[in-house]
């Protein structure tokens, strides 16, 4: 009687091909786009938060343009319509509550 093994299973996507180095590069500059993007945001809360509570603002840190939306589609709409679906500009997305907290979005 022979025994007939399964194919062994392999990963469904390739190991990713960026080196450990290009890596923390890429984490070094998003952490610091979201840091000039915070210091944005805390100049903006104050005048903002009273109005538009819990609506999510999108930050532009080269120009300190921000769109507003009450919602997370509609503000990735607002930037896909006022930034088209390019990979070169890079935005920030806060929530104007008490932490800001609602994720970061890179465009």
């Not at 025994?3 to 998003?30: A, G, M, N, Y």
């Not at 805390?42 to 819990?54: G, M, S, V």
């Not at 503000?75 to 997305?93: A, C, E, H, P, S």
């Amino acid at each position: 009687m022979t025994h007939i093994s399964q194919q062994r299973r392999t990963r469904i996507l390739p190991p990713s091909p960026i080196v450990p180095e290009q890596k923390r590069h890429q984490r070094e500059q998003r952490d610091a786009l979201a840091a000039k993007c915070r210091e944005i945001f805390e100049r903006l809360r104050p005048q903002l938060i009273e109005t538009n509570y819990n609506w999510h603002i999108a930050i532009d840190p080269e120009t300190e343009d921000y769109l507003l939306d009450l919602t997370l589609k509609g503000i990735t709409q607002k930037i896909r319509d006022t930034y088209g679906n390019t990979n070169q500009v890079k935005l920030t997305i806060f929530r104007l509550n008490d932490t800001g907290t609602c994720g970061r979005l890179w465009l």
